[in-house]
Structures are given as structure tokens and as C-alpha cells.
């Protein structure tokens, strides 16, 4: 089975990277296929897969697609893709908010897939929610489920709802940990610790908070109490938080990306 990544970025290179290095493919199965100069020359030195500038060289000899391009650049590349595509191709897309039906209209076909990963696929850590149009085979299915667990786990959802729910929640989610750490170590540095001591403080403490969840069955409710004296620190810290309704805000954030998704799937 050979694999094209349309899409050398942040995330088209997470999966190529990762796929080729997975015992699923053959050396050389991944394609890699980009529009910029810099970027096909600076990875035209990694060996473990082949890199293209133009499609008609690489579309065709794949079996699977794997698309990685910003939404908004979606319009241009099923273009130029049409005429190249053909029905027993199976595309996954990565794009925040492009529906199955919108790429099954643009591109003429009909096994499609919808995932959301997260930046954490990086390191072997992400979660990817996903979605199969019923053309596609069970054996297929299980095929994809393999490809994308090159870089984490995954959830099989049935509704797109859930793909742009997840989309507000892990998706973009990393980057809602990235502002919680930001904030703390802001507030390190005012107390006066150093850059590398604010660093350290902060994400020790999320590294072993979460390892402390991971290896509990308890809720993060239950973890906040055992933390929380009666009368003391962390309590004057949960009820700083309650009273400014961060809970509330933190929803809000989530549902502002949910939406965003909903909405780029609507734009042309
Ligand atoms: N970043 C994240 O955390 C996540 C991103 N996603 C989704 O993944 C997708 C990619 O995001 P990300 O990797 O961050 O984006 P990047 O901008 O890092 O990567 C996209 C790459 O695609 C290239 N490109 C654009 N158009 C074409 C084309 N027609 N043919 C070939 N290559 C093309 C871009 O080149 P150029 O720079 O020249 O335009 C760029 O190198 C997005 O749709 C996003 O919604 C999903 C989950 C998480
Ligand atoms: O911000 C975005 O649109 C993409 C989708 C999820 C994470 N990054």
C-alpha cells in the first residue's frame, strides 16, 4: 500500500514521519508532496520517504490520501486533484471543519474519511477523532485505524457533529494547556522565580498531575479536594478561580472552537 501526504506542515509531517517509521508500510510507501521550494528541498534529505512538487507525479501510484492542507486552501487542492483522483482512492482528511459530503462533491468520490488529530501526535501522544463515509470497507476501516494510531490513540465517532465538537475540545485543545502554562509561569516570574525555574515549577506540575489522573480511576474534582486543605491555600486558589467563573469561560473557549469548525466547513 503506498500513502501520499498532501502537505508538509505541522501535522502532514507528524503523520508521514510517523507512518513511515510504523512497521504498517514498506520503506519507501510514503509520499510526501508540498508547494514549497524551501520545504521539498530541506526534506528531500530525509530518507524514509519520497518527496514531490507536483502532484501528477505522486497522486496516481497512491492508495490512500492523506490530506493535511489549511481549510481555506481545501478549494484550490480538490481542483487541482480532480481530474487525477480515482474512485477506489481512499482520501483522509485532517482539515478543521471540511465535511465528507463537501469532499466527496468536490473531488468526485467516495471513500472519505474525516479526522481530528491534535499537535501531540508529535510525539506519539495524540488523540484523533474520526469518521468513515459507509463506502468504506470494514478491511479499510481497520487500515486507517491503524495508519492514525501511528500517532496516538483514536475514537471512532458517527456523527461529524463529534468531529467539530472534538475539534473545540482536543483538537485545538493543546493549545488551551499552552495558556493555563503560560499564565502560571507569568505569575512565577512576578513572584520572582527565574525563566528556568518558572519552566520547571510549572510543568513538573502538569506532567505530574496528569500522571497522577492517568493512574487513578478518581475524577479531577476528587484530585482537586486532595489537594485542597480546609482553610487553605489551594482553597483560596478554587474559589479565586470560581468566583471569576473560569469553569464557565473555559467552556465557552471550547465551544468558540467548536463553532469556529462548524462555520469553516460553511465557507467557500
Ligand atoms: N496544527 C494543529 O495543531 C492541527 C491542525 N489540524 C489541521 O491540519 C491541517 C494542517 O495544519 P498545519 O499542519 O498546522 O498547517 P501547516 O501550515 O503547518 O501545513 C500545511 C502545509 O500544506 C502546504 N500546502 C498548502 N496548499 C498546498 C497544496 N495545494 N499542495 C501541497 N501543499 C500545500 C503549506 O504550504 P504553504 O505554507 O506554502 O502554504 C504547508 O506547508 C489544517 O487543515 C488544520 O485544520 C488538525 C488538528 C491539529
Ligand atoms: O486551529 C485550527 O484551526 C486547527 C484545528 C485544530 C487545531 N488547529
Not at 3 to 10: E, P, S
Not at 17 to 30: H, R
Not at 228 to 244: P, V, Y
Amino acid at each position: 500500500m503506498k500513502v501520499l501526504v498532501i502537505g508538509a506542515g505541522n501535522m502532514g509531517l507528524t503523520y508521514a514521519e510517523a507512518m513511515s517509521k510504523s512497521k504498517l508500510l514498506k520503506k519507501k510507501n510514503v509520499m510526501i508532496l508540498d508547494n514549497s521550494p524551501e520545504k521539498i528541498l530541506s526534506l528531500q534529505k530525509i530518507s524514509h520517504f519520497d518527496v514531490f512538487d507536483n502532484m501528477e507525479d505522486c497522486l496516481p501510484e497512491a492508495d490512500l490520501i492523506f490530506i493535511a492542507v489549511k481549510p481555506y486552501h481545501s478549494a484550490d487542492l480538490f481542483a487541482k486533484m480532480k481530474s487525477l483522483i480515482n474512485p477506489g482512492q481512499i482520501i483522509i482528511s485532517i482539515m478543521a471543519g471540511i465535511t465528507i459530503a463537501a469532499m466527496k462533491n468536490a473531488l468526485g468520490i467516495q471513500k472519505v474519511v474525516r479526522a481530528m488529530p491534535n499537535l501531540p501526535a508529535q510525539v506519539g501522544k495524540g488523540i484523533t477523532s474520526y469518521m468513515a463515509s459507509d463506502e468504506i470497507s470494514r478491511i479499510e476501516l481497520l487500515t486507517v485505524e491503524n495508519l492514525l494510531d501511528t500517532t496516538g490513540k483514536s475514537i471512532r465517532v458517527q456523527s461529524e457533529n463529534y468531529i467539530d465538537a472534538s475539534t473545540g475540545i482536543s483538537g485545538s485543545g493543546p493549545a488551551y494547556v499552552f495558556y493555563f502554562m503560560h499564565s502560571m509561569m507569568e505569575a512565577a516570574l512576578k513572584m520572582g522565580f527565574s525563566k528556568n525555574d518558572s519552566k520547571v515549577l510549572v510543568s513538573q506540575t502538569f506532567e505530574g498531575a496528569v500522571e497522577l489522573f492517568n493512574q487513578s480511576d478518581l475524577s479531577p474534582n476528587s484530585w482537586m479536594d486532595k489537594v485542597a486543605s480546609k482553610g487553605g491555600t489551594t482553597r483560596a486558589a478554587l474559589d479565586s478561580m470560581d468566583d471569576n467563573n473560569v469553569k464557565d469561560l473555559i467552556e465557552e473557549a471550547a465551544y468558540a472552537a467548536f463553532n469556529r469548525a462548524v462555520e469553516l466547513g460553511k465557507e467557500k
